[in-house]
């Protein structure tokens, strides 16, 4: 049956393989399966075998109106952007922007550039916003998504710079910028920076480093860092607060302006890992209080008052105390556990390196009706968050090249995950399952 599968997929990869360009529209690649061991209905959005990926989770990736879903894929484009050095073509492609229209499955290209950052799409209108490196500066842009999409319908797309608006420079004496979230009021953008600092921050910095276990090496170092903030309108830059750890996966509220997550990341396992600041830095505090048994990972900003987040327990040193999907409630500091799976499979799945528990990334719809999370052994879960009840949707998704890191629309009808299932690993299909059909099955 697999074999089946990656035959047909593979055919249609062929197909479908066209050269691809800013504004070029191509047919929808929906197929739909059925998963052998959960039963699931699970439609694939993009079967071309590509290197296709979703944003990160935390990242918004339906626009204001509900009707296109973001991706991202560096190996859907032409030729036009691989500049040859000393006679040899690049070993990969600049990443662009991909969008799917969801009730037709049709596919636009919404980027072709060579250095392009990051993007991240408006709360509130069909907006993207998007960084780019330019003669060593920082800058960003904001793209008019309404009137790209409707010329592209119409194959008259105009140049990339008449839907784009120049809102600013980042200042290179704020520090070096890095990844952006933006507020749920679209004015501002909140950036992380690397910075210099005093010799007393250095030394504060170094004495308060995590020192991991002796199987738990330090992949990121810590690093002197803060978070800006820049006006979307104005394009002034002002900052928020410095940090003495090494700051990454910013997240603002959808709900609330000026409330800000981010987290002090090692690359694994943290003293103190999840922070909360506001906009106008009058709070910088911790973010749930950690034990030294509690490895937290993988917060997720997800609605006004909660933040889901996932504490490890794939090691026995970390099975003496609770794990698994948890929430905070930023107004009460409550924490509440949300539920956890084992199963022989995921204890199985990286065998001679990890022995599983469950879950390794997760997520929640913003009405607080369900949680989501992968486990180390590559399967997808919904948790019904009033009765606790498990739903085991999609199996053996690889983790590899990039884990299946679930996501909800934000009407949470739909649960987003990736899925290296069909290439055996080496490239990602992305998936999407509709929560109505849960208990459902064929």
Known sequence: MKKIFLAAFGLLALCNSAVAQF???????????VDPQTGYKITMLTDTMKNDRFLYQTDPMWTADGKYLLFRSSSRGGNSLEKEVNGEKPKSRPVQIYFIEI?????TQATESDNLGSVFLANKSNRMFMSRQENENWNMYVIDLDRFFTDAKKGKVDSKSSYEKFIGTFPKNMGKPGGYAIDCNDDYAYITVEREGTK????RMMKNAYIGESNQPIKIQPTLCGIRKM?????EVTKVVDTEFKTGHIQA???TPGEIVF????????????WFCTADGSVFKPLYNETKLDWVTHETFVTKDYVYFNILGFQPRLRKQLSGIVRINLRTDDVEPIGQVEMDKDRKAMEGQLIGRGFWHCNASRDNVWAAGDTFGGNVWLIDIKTGKRHWIASDTKMKPDHAHPSFSPDGTKLLFQSGHFTSGKRLNLMMFDISTVDKKN
């Not at 009730?103 to 596919?107: S, Y």
């Not at 006006?231 to 394009?235: M, Y």
């Not at 987290?263 to 396992?269: A, M």
């Open 103 to 107: 009730a037709t499955g049709k596919i």
């Open 231 to 235: 006006n979307l309108k104005t394009g």
């Open 253 to 255: 509220s959808r709900f």
């Open 200 to 203: 007393e921050e250095e030394e």
């Open 23 to 33: 504004g070029n529209v191509s047919k929808s690649e929906m197929k739909s399966f």
């Open 263 to 274: 987290c002090n990341e090692t690359g694994g396992d943290a003293y103190q890992r999840m």
